[in-house]
């Protein structure tokens, strides 16, 4: 059995989730935590991405692209205030200022209450107080605003999947998949929650390894997932894989 590390992959650092008008983280797996969505840029609906914080992880997206055959939405205009004020936020989430982020992201819930990604950022702020019931009401007003939007269903996954609701996490998770299928954290947690929670080890393989088909750089450690799996299976190993495990 391969060793594997558990815990938070992505503790370096979080991500200023979303642009405003985005319609569109021992022995065991790590479980997928927030920051596997935390560090991932929300698009808006043309494909601007959000920005990071000092010390994050490289995003293996850049934006969210439609699914084959669906058109984009038209970009949203995004009034100069409300500009103003999400970089605001994003300077106070770059400072580690959360107090001061929270303030400017609440200040444009009730100015701009239509903007789903002052939501997402709240609760990403949130979770990381543990305050994780506030965490869910701001992602599930975000969904109310754009129910397809990838980034706060693999957000909401993330947080049934702690709270032991995983049929409600894949839920979460393929829905997230079904508005952008090259979204590849969410094929990450669903991943994770198949192999580690669900035991369903072929549906995690697929899962796996659609995010390192997606993923910008090479994962190591899932490909030695895979690898791992393969062989539980009784499924041939792929050559970049045994050699990705077994290089010194």
């Known amino acids: 059995m391969l060793?594997?590390?558990?815990?938070?992959?992505?503790?370096?650092?979080?991500?200023?989730?979303?642009?405003?008008?985005?319609?569109?983280?021992?022995?065991?797996?790590?479980?997928?935590?927030?920051?596997?969505?935390?560090?991932?840029?929300?698009?808006?609906?043309?494909?601007?991405?959000?920005?990071?914080?000092?010390?994050?992880?490289?995003?293996?997206?850049?934006?969210?692209?439609a699914a084959p055959g669906m058109p984009m939405a038209p970009p949203v205009e995004v009034p100069e205030r409300a500009m103003a004020g999400y970089s605001l936020a994003l300077a106070a989430m770059n400072a580690a200022d959360w107090v001061e982020a929270e303030l400017e992201l609440e200040q444009l819930i009730l100015e701009y209450a239509s903007f789903p990604g002052p939501y997402i950022n709240l609760a990403i702020l949130y979770r990381r107080d543990?305050?994780?019931?506030?965490?869910?009401?701001?992602?599930?007003?975000?969904?109310?605003?754009?129910?397809?939007?990838?980034?706060?269903?693999?957000?909401?996954?993330?947080?049934?999947?702690?709270?032991?609701?995983?049929?409600?996490?894949?839920?979460?998770?393929?829905?997230?998949?079904?508005?952008?299928?090259?979204?590849?954290l969410a094929r990450y947690n669903l991943g994770?929650?198949?192999?580690?929670?669900?035991?369903?080890e072929a549906d995690a393989l697929a899962q796996y390894e659609a995010y390192l088909s997606l993923a910008s750089e090479p994962d190591a450690e899932v490909q030695r997932w895979v690898v791992d799996l393969r062989r539980r299976l009784g499924a041939p190993s792929q050559p970049e894989q045994v050699a990705q495990e077994t290089r010194p």
Do not use: W
């Open 3 to 65: 060793s594997r590390r558990s815990g938070n992959r992505f503790a370096c650092g979080l991500l200023v989730a979303a642009v405003l008008a985005g319609c569109s983280t021992g022995g065991s797996r790590p479980a997928p935590v927030a920051e596997r969505a935390a560090n991932e840029p929300i698009a808006s609906s043309n494909g601007e991405a959000g920005a990071t914080l000092p010390g994050a992880a490289a995003s293996p997206r850049a934006g969210a692209a």
């Open 130 to 184: 543990g305050r994780v019931d506030e965490a869910e009401n701001a992602l599930n007003q975000a969904l109310l605003i754009a129910p397809d939007h990838p980034i706060a269903n693999n957000e909401l996954g993330v947080l049934l999947r702690e709270r032991g609701d995983f049929a409600e996490a894949e839920a979460a998770y393929r829905r997230a998949i079904a508005a952008d299928p090259s979204y590849p």
């Open 192 to 200: 994770v929650l198949m192999d580690l929670y669900l035991k369903r």
